[in-house]
């Protein structure tokens, strides 16, 4: 997302919610990276890689498969 460039003429209180409305959204995008590195990793504990080093399929956890 390109920021606005044009914040020098809003005023202080448009500042202050542009400024709130940016930091929300990284943080909810920093949150949704997180999460999927952490699933990503779960997936690749349980699935394994292949010998060309992509991850399998299929796993053979019967905890991870239920």
């Keep these: 997302m390109k920021p606005y460039s044009n ?3 809003l005023s202080a209180y448009n ?3 542009y400024s709130i409305f ?3 959204l990284l943080a ?3 949150r949704r990276r ?3 590195e952490l699933l990503y990793g779960i ?3 349980f699935q394994g890689r ?3 080093g992509k991850i399998n ?3 053979s956890d019967e905890i991870y498969l239920s």
Aim: no cysteine.
């Design 7 to 9: 914040i020098v003429y």
């Design 15 to 17: 500042k202050v919610v």
């Design 22 to 24: 940016l930091s929300t």
């Design 28 to 30: 909810f995008d920093l």
């Design 34 to 36: 997180i999460i999927a």
């Design 43 to 45: 997936k690749e504990y």
């Design 50 to 52: 292949n010998e060309k």
């Design 57 to 59: 399929n299929k796993s």
